[in-house]
């Protein structure tokens, strides 16, 4: 299972999770940074990867431009305290 954070996550992730998911990718190492959502998409559905997010607004429901016929999985992470701060 390869992973593929998007930009408003830690280029370290890939570093702390290898040994769980390699060959996982980050938006901002790779070239990405930048790009936009639905080029995002075209590169996760194409390398298929499970896209990684804290974006709530991210449009992982358009259908993706790469021509693949599929959308990638899509993971979005979220404050689990629902507070909007970091855990002390």
Not at 16 to 38: I, K, M, Q, T, V
Not at 44 to 66: C, H, K, M, R, W
Request: overall charge negative.
């Amino acid at each position: 299972m390869k992973l593929l954070f998007d930009e408003s996550l830690s280029a370290k992730l890939i570093e702390l999770l290898n040994d769980l998911f390699p060959d996982s990718e980050s938006a901002l190492r790779n070239g990405l940074a930048g790009a936009g959502d639905s080029r995002i998409i075209e590169y996760a559905s194409t390398g298929y990867f499970i896209l990684v997010s804290t974006d709530s607004d991210f449009e992982v429901n358009q259908p993706s431009a790469g021509g693949t016929g599929r959308d990638p999985a899509f993971l979005q992470l979220s404050d689990v305290h629902g507070c909007g701060c970091a855990p002390t």
